[in-house]
């Protein structure tokens, strides 16, 4: 069974940092490219930042939005990704959700997993 | 920095068609997907490289694209398709990803 797990979230002041996991289990996490997506509620889907594997040399990207404030890591060997959130805006309050994906060699999708997601607050 | 723009609402009768489109300047250049999302569900991915369908997801969800928008068709709409669904897309250099502002779907 596919499974993608959030954690780490949590209040956290204005001004903090904080750092969210995604575990991974049920596919061949070192093959796949991470996401991030978070959603304020009541709000919109907002794409936050992506990693992808090594064989595409663990490249990232950032909306302008988070560039700079915002870290994606990834631990092939636990199948664990990682959000380092820095510089923490009461902006920032929503539910984060990490997905993985992945497309084969004619460049058509593999899969799209998504996780449950984790509440963030930024709140003095 | 880049936006996708997406009518806030569509309504439509069960079995009818439903079409959301989603504008952006970057559309021609860079393939679209979409997503729908349920209350209190993680959103689901129905459409990717604009037309494509992932597996599991029914016929009646097919995609387009003509220009600088992008449209998802839901053929025959059934009661279960009632959402919310975003449009994503990337920038022109391709060196990030938005989301449009999503449209919810009524079925009446």
């Known amino acids: 069974e596919v499974q993608l797990v959030e954690s780490g979230g949590g209040l956290v002041q204005p001004g903090g940092s904080l750092k969210l996991s995604c575990a991974a289990s049920?596919?061949?996490?070192?093959?796949?490219?991470m996401q991030w997506v978070r959603q304020a509620s009541g709000k919109g889907l907002e794409w936050i930042g992506r990693?992808?594997?090594?064989?595409?040399?663990?490249?990232?990207a950032y909306p302008p939005s988070v560039k700079g404030r915002f870290t994606i890591s990834r631990d092939d060997s636990k199948n664990t990704a990682y959000l380092q959130m820095n510089s923490l805006k009461t902006e920032d309050t929503a539910v984060y959700y990490c997905?993985?994906?992945?497309?084969?060699?004619?460049?058509?999708?593999?899969?799209?997993?998504w996780g449950q997601g984790t509440l963030v607050t930024v709140s003095s | 920095s880049y936006e996708l723009t997406q009518p806030p609402s569509v309504s439509v009768s069960p079995g009818q068609t439903a079409r959301i489109t989603c504008s952006g300047d970057a559309l021609p250049k860079q393939y679209a997907s979409w997503y729908l999302q349920k209350p209190g569900q993680a959103p689901v991915l129905v459409i990717y490289k604009d037309s494509e369908r992932p597996s599991g997801i029914p016929e009646r969800f097919s995609g387009s694209s003509s220009g600088t928008t992008v449209t998802l068709t839901i053929s025959g709409v059934q009661a279960e398709d009632e959402a919310d669904y975003y449009c994503?897309?990337?920038?022109?250099?391709?060196?990030?990803?938005?989301f449009g502002p999503g449209t919810k779907v009524t079925v009446l």
């Open positions: 997905k993985a994906v992945d497309y084969d060699s004619s460049g058509y999708l593999t899969y799209d997993y």
């Open positions: 049920g596919f061949t996490f070192s093959g796949s490219a």
């Open positions: 990693i992808r594997s090594k064989a595409n040399s663990y490249a990232t």
């Open positions: 994503q897309s990337a920038d022109s250099s391709g060196s990030y990803y938005v």
